[in-house]
């Protein structure tokens, strides 16, 4: 499966928006992550859900890849626009009704995808591995950005890996924290083939996305 790379917007250059994300696109991005919080689930708020509107409206190239760490997630989907064409994570932890909320952004016509927390273990997402379209591998806690790789990720992706692999249908695995240079070929050894990435890789480089991202291509698919 091809590698995508999901570029995170909380390391953009916000205040030149459109221009970040189309030489983001130019140097080979398929994707903009946008971490949504609610301030209770997580400790932290980033990004409303009026910014992402705004996103929509300012005719950015590259879609949305869109993370909700929320309670009732399902709650945020219309001032979201959630529609065709977006990759949609909730986590496992935020709600007792996962397959609902799975039934609802299909609905939508959004791609599904359900997320686990570094302690929470794959075998909760066997139920629903048939209906959903991937599974987002959290490798550190949700909200600690630029924190180390939680002990025992690379086997929890193999694990997640093996599981998606018995699915009838083919299955997206992202990994999401600390995908640097040195973990992100082991992630994709164990299995990953979405990376979202920030300032441990590409966005170190300052702005110089086609030899950064041209690097991490042959990082993941070596």
């Not at 890849?65 to 959630?82: K, L, N, V």
């Not at 359900?114 to 379209?133: G, H, K, R």
Request: charged share 15%; net charge negative.
């Amino acid at each position: 499966m091809n590698k995508i790379i999901s570029a995170s917007l909380m390391c953009a250059d916000l205040m030149n928006l459109q221009q970040d994300v189309t030489a983001l696109q130019q140097a080979g991005a398929q994707y903009i992550h946008f971490d949504f919080m609610d301030g209770q689930f997580v400790p932290n708020m980033t990004f409303g859900t009026a910014f992402l509107r705004a996103y929509r409206k300012i005719g950015a190239p590259l879609p949305l890849d869109i993370h909700i760490m929320a309670h009732c997630p399902q709650s945020y989907f219309d001032a979201m626009e959630i529609g065709k064409g977006d990759v949609v994570s909730f986590h496992y932890e935020t709600t007792p009704q996962p397959l609902a909320v799975i039934e609802l952004l299909k609905k939508r016509g959004a791609t599904a995808l359900l997320a686990i927390n570094p302690d929470t273990p794959v075998a909760v997402l066997e139920p629903f591995v048939e209906q959903i379209d991937g599974v987002v591998i959290m490798t550190v806690f949700p909200g600690d950005s630029g924190k180390p790789l939680v002990e025992g990720s690379f086997e929890k992706i193999a694990q997640a890996r093996q599981l998606l692999n018995r699915a009838t249908t083919p299955k997206i695995l992202e990994v999401d924290g600390c995908v640097s240079w040195v973990n992100a070929p082991i992630m994709s050894q164990m299995g990953a083939d979405w990376f979202v990435v920030g300032t441990s890789s590409v966005f170190e480089t300052k702005g110089n996305y086609p030899a950064a991202i041209a690097r991490f291509l042959r990082c993941v698919e070596q």
